[in-house]
């Protein structure tokens, strides 16, 4: 499976931006999904699973409440609509994927897809 982010970008303190992520390779509905981030000097961290079905979610709590993660699994994509960004949510973005909906959850995944920029002005 091989995983695509985009989305990212400028923008100001209290905008919204949403990252998408596409699969190719092979159907990505049997796999559960996640997103995580990379802020400058800082290590990767968790932000958001969800099952492969997407009737599972489970966000970090610096996240939650804010940003909404969905899947179209007819269209093989994920998605993350991020609101009311703030300066600390400046980070490179990273999707990916893996069969076990736990490993999401752990961080131990198969599949990543590249990073895209996120970038939050205060």
């Known amino acids: 499976v091989q995983l695509q982010a985009s989305g990212g970008g400028l923008v100001q303190a209290g905008d919204s931006l949403r990252l998408s992520c596409a699969a190719s390779g092979r159907p990505f509905s049997t796999y559960a999904a996640g997103w995580f981030r990379q802020a400058p000097g800082k290590e990767r961290e968790f932000v958001v699973a969800?099952?492969?079905?997407?009737?599972?979610?489970y966000y970090a709590d610096s996240v939650k409440g804010r940003f909404t993660v969905s899947r179209d699994n007819a269209k093989n994509m994920v998605y993350l609509q991020m609101n009311s960004l703030k300066p600390e949510d400046t980070a490179v973005y990273y999707c990916a994927g893996d069969s076990s909906y736990y490993s999401v959850l752990r961080g131990i995944v198969y599949y990543w897809g590249q990073g895209t920029l996120v970038t939050v002005s205060s």
């Open positions: 969800i099952s492969a079905g997407g009737g599972t979610t």
